[in-house]
């Protein structure tokens, strides 16, 4: 079986997933840092981050191109090798304007490696949608050990900056070991650019999927800072209690992953979709309404913990069947990551004009396309396709 085949060559992937996840646990907790050495507002913090996920977006889409025409191995260890250099440069850089350059850099060069991992797990495992929910749960991990690290590394004084300057290290043994590595879909295919990967996405109806795709990264990104941000900045809770609760976020995502990602996979991609993004939007309302930030940090782990079964479900419904599904998760990739790009400018804005309890509110409504996007898109296939 895919599965089975691709278990011992996803060995360096899963590495990757860990290391990428390290990165956005300790973002995560970090955040608030980022902004205050940004020296800018919220508004203006939303929109820096939202130049570096539109970098990541095109990094995204140019990169899962060459993966269909070089295979995912060398383009992986070309990615890696990227985003080592700009860690680097990040956690060197100052404050105030270079920060924020060597920012846009790390968040493109991190959108390349975090597409070609996709691609080759998605390659592996997408006939088995529940594996590939566990799979995903590697990410998870990372991002805990990530967020607990950095949490722990700010209460005694030290710096974020350490954490960007590990990955970058990691970063760049991970790219010597994936010279040599066989992944899935790493032999050289078809030249397909990124129209060609677009063209396919609207052809086989996948256009919705990938509107869910762009909001569910929205939500997920947004839990992930402006939920942290909230808790240590406008409830007073603390470096400890914000890294605590996105690490209790990141557990019960990948124990939800491990667990019920099998169950999620067996009923369906669509139905683990629905009842994840629906357990996220009630989360998220928990979080902006509660009356303490105890209550409000448990509202952040169901968030986090719904939201983690969107991605990998959404990337296995619209790479089901394929050997090579580079071009199309890289079309669905590249207009999901939209949300990225939008999503910061978007909840930062709400949050400059009514503050963050109404950007919060704003990503639990957004959570609700989520639920219904996939079945609707379910359903237009079977339409089309009875047999």
């Not at 383009?75 to 304007?97: N, T, Y």
């Not at 290290?169 to 070991?177: Q, S, T, Y």
């Not at 009514?354 to 079977?382: D, I, K, N, S």
Request: charged share 10%; hydrophobic share 60%; with cysteine.
């Amino acid at each position: 079986m895919a599965a089975d085949r691709g278990a011992k060559p996803l060995r360096p992937v899963a590495i990757s997933f860990v290391v990428f996840g390290f990165f956005w646990g300790s973002w995560a907790v970090a955040a608030a840092d980022v902004e205050k050495a940004l020296h800018v507002s919220h508004g203006a913090f939303g929109l820096v981050l939202s130049v570096a996920m539109a970098g990541a977006a095109a990094a995204n889409a140019v990169t899962a191109s060459l993966a269909e025409r070089w295979g995912t191995a060398p383009v992986m260890s070309w990615s890696l090798l990227g985003w080592a250099a700009l860690l680097a440069g990040g956690a060197a850089a100052g404050r105030g304007p270079l920060l924020g350059v060597a920012l846009v850099g790390m968040f493109a060069t991190g959108g390349a490696v975090d597409v070609v991992m996709n691609i080759a797990a998605t390659a592996a495992l997408a006939d088995r949608p529940g594996r590939l929910v566990r799979f995903h749960a590697l990410f998870n991990s990372g991002a805990a050990a990530g967020a607990l690290a950095t949490g722990l590394a700010l209460r005694s004084g030290g710096s974020w900056r350490a954490a960007w300057a590990v990955v970058a290290v990691a970063a760049l043994g991970l790219a010597i070991l994936h010279r040599r590595a066989t992944l899935p879909a790493g032999e050289a295919g078809e030249r397909h650019s990124l129209v060609h990967a677009l063209h396919m996405v609207r052809v086989e109806g996948l256009l919705l999927l990938s509107a869910a795709f762009a909001v569910g990264a929205m939500v997920e990104a947004g839990i992930e800072t402006w939920g942290v941000l909230f808790l240590r900045e406008r409830l007073a809770s603390g470096v400890l209690l914000g890294a605590g609760a996105a690490v209790a976020g990141y557990v019960i995502a990948s124990m939800a992953r491990v667990f019920l990602g099998p169950v999620a996979g067996a009923a369906g991609a669509p139905v683990g979709v629905g009842i994840g993004a629906a357990l996220s939007a009630v989360g998220l309302a928990v979080l902006a309404l509660a009356p303490s930030a105890a209550v409000a940090a448990v509202g952040l782990v169901a968030a986090a913990g719904g939201v983690s079964m969107c991605w990998p479900l959404l990337l296995a419904q619209a790479g089901a069947g394929r050997d090579r599904p580079a071009a199309v998760v890289g079309g669905v990739s590249a207009i999901g990551y939209l949300g990225f790009v939008v999503g910061p400018a978007v909840v930062g804005s709400v949050a400059q004009l009514a503050g963050l309890r109404a950007g919060l509110l704003a990503l639990a409504g957004a959570a609700l396309f989520v639920v219904a996007a996939p079945t609707r898109v379910e359903a237009r296939r079977r339409a089309r396709s009875p047999a």
